[in-house]
């Protein structure tokens, strides 16, 4: 079994930032790509970054490009989102999610709540 536990959402201002963890538990040594997704009120959940455990390479959704950096910390297990020039936009609960054992988007997190104030 995996678990993934999300921190670090808050409210913060338009243009100020915040940084979200989430770090995984469990049988995660076949981890192959770890995400991060998000869903705002009355919309689909849409995907916004992800990184190859193994490579480090980093891919991103156009709305976050050179605002948000992902990256990871493999010795902790733990996945990072640093989110710079926030947006109202950008308001959203964000999750983070794995393909572990598997190359689908199998576990979740429960998700942290970011909330951006104009």
């Known amino acids: 079994q995996v678990h993934l536990v999300e921190s670090g959402g808050g409210l913060v201002q338009a243009g100020g930032s915040l940084r979200l963890s989430c770090a995984a538990s469990g049988r995660t040594a076949s981890t192959y790509v770890m995400g991060w997704f998000r869903q705002a009120p009355g919309k689909e959940r849409e995907f916004v970054a992800a990184?190859?455990?193994?490579?480090?390479?980093?891919y991103y959704v156009d709305s976050v490009k050179g605002r948000f950096t992902i990256s990871r910390d493999n010795a902790k297990n733990t996945m990072y989102l640093q989110m710079n020039s926030l947006k109202p936009e950008d308001t959203a609960v964000y999750y983070c999610?794995?393909?572990?054992?598997?190359?689908?988007?199998?576990?979740w997190g429960q998700g942290t709540q970011v909330t951006v104030s104009s």
């Open positions: 999610a794995g393909q572990i054992g598997s190359y689908r988007y199998d576990y």
């Open positions: 990184i190859n455990w193994s490579t480090g390479s980093t």
